[in-house]
């Protein structure tokens, strides 16, 4: 693409508009042929048989059997909004992204969705919800592709093919279509324990929002933030929403499956079309960036742990307000594609092995799912910045470039020169220090503690909210099969907390093991509960 192909809204302009409008009072093939009928097929003689020569049958039905895309690998179920961010300048000493800086404001669209479920299934299920922001920057797109669900099962992405395996139907009978209650995904959560504390987000009432419109949203990895003077900050950055933090009860969950199975979906649609514009505060938790990466003992690269609030308050830096429903649910919710990789002038990676995989798998992923490399050019990934690429060619390209020598500096199109260089806006990678070492394939010690983060969340809980995990780990458990895999689970929750393994080794009529390690000695953290929720500004 080159500039001149983009409108400063990122729509498509000119002939694209045109065909996106699809009125008028006469139709056409895809060749703009105009058509006199298009519900009988050329035939010899009414009664005949159908021709091949029938060249408007044969397209028309050729591109209905093309219509489908596959879904998502994961997420594959969601909902979609446009918006706009306005930044308040107070992460301008940290970060010198140019849409952070006092009071810009910047579109945005945002895809929420489930994990585990195809594109068809149930809102309510008992799940992680993605939560994921394209920013139109004019510094090209910043892409944070979040949960709602502040650490991840895994900390290493070689482990993610295998997680959702685990979690997804079991390849012989395809059940169940979108929860947790089942072998495999208990099998997967009870033999790496490094997942013991995501699984007891999603047996809280977290697993199961209210809306799409009261869910936090988390960046989950730490990232690095770099302001105007090269200084580096890590950063984890959280969404607050104005509503609050608001749940379904299971029953509740259950009952809206089936009467409503695309309840945050329409919950969402309708609450913008009403002009009840759900927002967001952004904010940051920063921590300096020491060598060794930590903060207060938690090793800021495990993105299995949070920094408590208490320990880290979260700053405010801009307010996120969805005010546009997509008007084409293909064009945009299922073409929109997100990447951890899109980033803009001060914002940089860290060394967390989870973002390292993830890095590489969503560009990869997209080329399956949307047939070729050019998928930045479908309208809704357009950045609204102007793009100079040397990409040539390719399925689906749509771009024509000008010019004989794709390549830069070249001494041809009119002596081409290439200017780079952090003073001129381009993406410098902070040169951070890579300690010499021995090539290994082997988590650090700082990644083996699995079980005192969980412990400190179930601490943190009210007793309706214990009350609740209680019931959803023995529901959850009680749909296992191997009996084996229950008693493992009860093992995990032992070394959490006694009170916790206690009441589902009750329910599933078991008896409760002993810990195996000594159980953690940490503090709870209020704003863990829904609760004891606070939001900054308000
Ligand atoms: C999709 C979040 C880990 C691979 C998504 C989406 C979200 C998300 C929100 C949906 C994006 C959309 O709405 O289109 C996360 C978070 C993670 C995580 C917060 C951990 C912190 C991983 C890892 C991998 C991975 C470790 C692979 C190694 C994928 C793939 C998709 C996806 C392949 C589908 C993307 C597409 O088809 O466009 N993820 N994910 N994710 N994720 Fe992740």
């Given at each position: 693409t080159g500039p001149d192909t983009v409108s400063p809204t990122g729509q498509p302009t000119g002939a694209d508009q045109a065909r996106m409008a699809q009125s008028g009072s006469y139709l056409t093939n895809a060749q703009g042929t105009r058509l006199y009928d298009t519900d009988h097929s050329l035939k010899a003689g009414p009664r005949g048989p159908v021709l091949l020569q029938d060249h408007h049958l044969r397209e028309k039905v050729m591109h209905f059997d093309h219509e489908r895309i596959p879904e998502r690998v994961v997420h594959a179920r969601g909902a979609g909004a446009h918006g706009v961010f306005r930044s308040y300048g107070t992460a301008a000493n940290v970060t010198k992204a140019a849409f952070l800086a006092e009071d810009v404001e910047t579109p945005v669209f945002v895809r929420f969705s489930t994990v585990l479920?195809?594109?068809?299934?149930?809102?309510?299920?008992?799940?992680?919800?993605?939560?994921?922001?394209?920013?139109?920057?004019?510094?090209?797109?910043?892409d944070l592709v979040g949960n709602n669900i502040p650490v991840f099962f895994i900390q290493d992405a070689i482990k993610f093919p295998d997680i959702i395996h685990a979690g997804k139907p079991h390849p012989d009978r395809e059940i169940p279509q979108a929860q947790s209650a089942h072998d495999t995904f208990w099998d997967f959560v009870t033999l790496h324990t490094e997942a013991a504390h995501h699984t007891l987000w999603n047996m809280s009432d977290r697993g199961i929002p209210r809306s799409y419109r009261t869910m936090e949203g988390f960046g989950?990895?730490?990232?690095?933030?770099?302001?105007?003077?090269?200084?580096?900050?890590?950063?984890?950055?959280?969404?607050?929403?104005?509503?609050?933090?608001?749940?379904?009860?299971?029953?509740?969950?259950?009952?809206?499956?089936?009467?409503?199975?695309?309840?945050?979906?329409?919950?969402?649609?309708?609450?913008?079309?009403?002009?009840?514009?759900?927002?967001?505060?952004?904010?940051?938790?920063?921590?300096?960036?020491?060598?060794?990466?930590?903060?207060?003992?938690?090793?800021?690269?495990?993105?299995?742990?949070?920094?408590?609030?208490?320990?880290?308050?979260?700053?405010?830096?801009?307010?996120?307000?969805?005010?546009?429903?997509?008007?084409?649910?293909?064009?945009?919710?299922?073409?929109?594609?997100?990447?951890?990789?899109?980033?803009?002038?001060?914002?940089?990676?860290?060394?967390?092995?989870?973002?390292?995989?993830?890095?590489?798998?969503?560009?990869?992923?997209?080329?399956?799912?949307?047939?070729?490399?050019?998928?930045?050019?479908?309208?809704?990934?357009?950045?609204?910045?102007?793009?100079?690429?040397?990409?040539?060619?390719?399925f689906h390209q749509t771009a024509v470039h000008r010019g004989v020598a794709p390549y830069r500096p070249n001494s041809l199109d009119g002596g081409c020169p290439f200017t780079a260089g952090a003073d001129l806006?381009?993406?410098?990678?902070?040169?951070?220090?890579?300690?010499?070492?021995?090539?290994?394939?082997?988590?650090?010690?700082?990644?083996?503690?699995?079980?005192?983060?969980?412990?400190?969340?179930?601490?943190?809980?009210?007793?309706?909210?214990?009350?609740?995990?209680?019931?959803?780990?023995?529901?959850?458990?009680?749909?296992?099969?191997?009996?084996?895999?229950?008693?493992?689970?009860?093992?995990?929750?032992?070394n959490i907390d006694p009170e916790l393994c206690a009441g589902v080794a009750a329910g599933l009529g078991l008896p409760a093991p002993e810990p195996t390690v000594p159980l953690a000695d940490v503090e709870p953290s209020p704003a863990l509960s829904q609760v004891g929720h606070t939001w900054p500004t308000d």
């Open positions: 479920g195809s594109r068809g299934s149930s809102d309510t299920v008992r799940d992680t919800r993605g939560f994921a922001t394209k920013f139109y920057t004019s510094e090209g797109v910043f989950v990895h730490t990232f690095r933030l770099v302001n105007a003077a090269g200084e580096t900050t890590l950063v984890k950055f959280h969404w607050k929403p104005k509503l609050g933090v608001h749940s379904l009860v299971w029953e509740e969950a259950q009952i809206i499956n089936g009467v409503d199975p695309d309840f945050h979906r329409r919950d969402l649609a309708d609450a913008i079309e009403a002009g009840a514009y759900p927002q967001w505060e952004f904010g940051i938790q920063t921590f300096p960036d020491t060598p060794d990466q930590t903060f207060e003992g938690i090793d800021l690269l495990d993105p299995t742990n949070i920094v408590p609030e208490e320990l880290a308050p979260i700053q405010p830096i801009g307010l996120l307000t969805l005010d546009r429903n997509p008007s084409n649910f293909f064009a945009e919710t299922e073409q929109v594609a997100f990447h951890v990789g899109h980033l803009v002038p001060g914002i940089d990676i860290t060394d967390d092995p989870l973002l390292a995989g993830r890095l590489f798998s969503y560009l990869d992923t997209q080329i399956t799912r949307l047939a070729g490399p050019n998928f930045p050019q479908i309208p809704i990934n357009r950045p609204h910045a102007p793009v100079n690429d040397m990409l040539r060619d390719g806006g381009a993406y410098v990678e902070t040169p951070v220090r890579v300690p010499e070492a021995t090539k290994v394939r082997e988590a650090p010690e700082s990644f083996n503690d699995h079980f005192s983060q969980p412990r400190r969340f179930w601490l943190s809980m009210s007793p309706p909210e214990r009350e609740h995990i209680i019931g959803a780990y023995t529901f959850e458990l009680g749909k296992c099969y191997e009996v084996a895999i229950r008693e493992r689970a009860l093992q995990v929750l032992a």
